[in-house]
């Protein structure tokens, strides 16, 4: 595995952090992980800026409470270009919990390795959700 791809793999660790941190934690990953002006397109819409994501997970907790994200497998990296497997689970700590949903990010990184673009597809929605509704 090429060094940059080791980074990469880094980076997306630290992502997936960020989305299980809260506060003064979560801004200082964003901070470490996000370009300026990060472009995240999901079922919800379509974000733009660090701030927005950290919004994004804060509405997740008002609404079901305890949330982690976890991984389903090792991320693939080639090309800056990078896919990550996840589950999101419900009412217990990192890695613990309910399995809510499941789903794939395709990630676009620049060339000092931060996140410029997040594409998300939810592989298994959560149970009684119309993932139609939001097209």
Sequence with gaps: MADTEVEDLAQLDQYVRFWNAD?????????????E???????????????????????????LGAVALRLRRTPEVHHQRARIEWE????????EGTSF???????????????????VFVDRVPEGFDGAAHH
């Excluded at 506060?23 to 370009?35: D, P």
């Excluded at 999101?88 to 890695?95: Q, S, V, W």
């Excluded at 949903?101 to 594409?119: F, K, N, P």
């Design 101 to 119: 949903a499941e789903g794939t990010d395709m990630i676009q990184l620049d060339e000092d390795g931060r996140i410029t673009a997040v594409t």
């Design 23 to 35: 506060g003064e934690e979560q801004s200082r990953l964003a901070a470490a992980v996000f370009a």
């Design 88 to 95: 999101l689970l419900t009412g217990g700590g990192e890695g």
């Design 37 to 63: 002006g990060v472009e995240y397109r999901a079922m919800v819409g379509v974000l733009s800026g660090a701030e927005a994501l950290i919004d994004l997970r804060k509405q997740f907790v008002a609404h």
